[in-house]
């Protein structure tokens, strides 16, 4: 579990590294100016390391079924090796996956000027600068990369019925509680990065505004990543301990 956390925190750290600090020095520089080559590295780098981080909750999802549907084959199922393995396969999906998105967004001839209206690269704007009848082969990629991704999704729903109805089964309440613990920081992330992606993705064109689309962008885009850690960091005695410390404190200076 801790290699992949490991390997999560990298996709989180570079997906916040990818948007915010162009975004940061566009704002105190007071420019929206990006060059084509930045433009090109910030869409293949986001779309990278969000599906390289999708795939890695998936594959994290079976490690938390290994755990508690199967603990005396954990070791068997998701030995080192194993784990190696699926970590490099979800890089390596990441990584095949945007590179045919950019090469084939990129080489779309754009129709409707070079600004993107947008806080970074993204696919929607981009194809939006589209000529209308060139963009539909992008259109197509998509709706392969919306299937695979459905796909991940029923697998971890499926796998956590699983795991609810085995921990369910445990007869104390202590280790009940304990099997719960170990798997709601992992479901928060899914549920957290799943529901922005989709509002992004599937909000009905009818409520599409400039300034929505911004907001809703900055929710999957930069709120994931920077709420992971704080997420998976819940269950830390003493984290737990310094939080508690901080709250008091500022609750007697108030006072």
């Known amino acids: 579990m801790y290699f992949f956390l490991l390997n999560l925190s990298l996709t989180d750290l570079g997906c916040i590294s990818t948007t915010v600090p162009k975004s940061m020095a566009n704002s ?3 420019t929206r100016v990006i ?3 930045g433009c090109v590295a910030q869409f293949f780098f986001f ?10 909750l998936t594959v994290m999802t079976y490690d938390r079924y290994a755990a508690i549907c199967h603990p005396l084959h954990y070791g068997t199922l998701l030995g080192s090796r194993a784990c190696v393995h699926m970590a490099a396969a979800a890089w390596a999906t990441g990584f095949l996956y945007s590179l045919l998105h950019t090469a084939n967004t990129f080489s779309l001839p754009l129709c409707h000027g070079n600004a993107v209206d947008h806080f970074f690269c993204e696919i929607p704007p981009i194809l939006k600068l589209s000529c209308s009848d060139a963009y539909l082969r992008d259109i197509g990629l998509i709706v392969v990369g919306a299937c695979l991704f459905f796909g991940y999704f029923v697998f971890i729903v499926l796998s956590y019925v699983q795991i609810f109805r ?3 089964r445990i007869p104390l309440e202590k ?3 304990k099997a719960f613990s170990t798997c709601l920081p992992h479901l928060a992330v899914v549920s957290l990065l ?3 992606a989709m509002f992004a993705y599937l909000k009905p064109p009818s409520i599409s505004s400039t300034s929505l689309d911004l907001m809703v ?3 999957y885009s930069v709120l994931p990543p920077a709420v992971n850690p704080l997420i998976y960091s819940v269950r830390n005695p003493e984290l737990k301990a310094a939080l508690k410390k901080l709250i008091q404190s500022v609750v007697l200076q108030q006072e």
């Open 28 to 30: 105190l520089w007071d």
């Open 35 to 37: 060059s084509y080559t």
């Open 47 to 56: 779309i990278f390391l969000m599906t390289t981080e999708f795939c890695l």
């Open 166 to 168: 085995a921990v369910l």
């Open 175 to 177: 280790g009940r509680h």
């Open 194 to 196: 799943v529901s922005t």
């Open 217 to 219: 962008a900055v929710l």
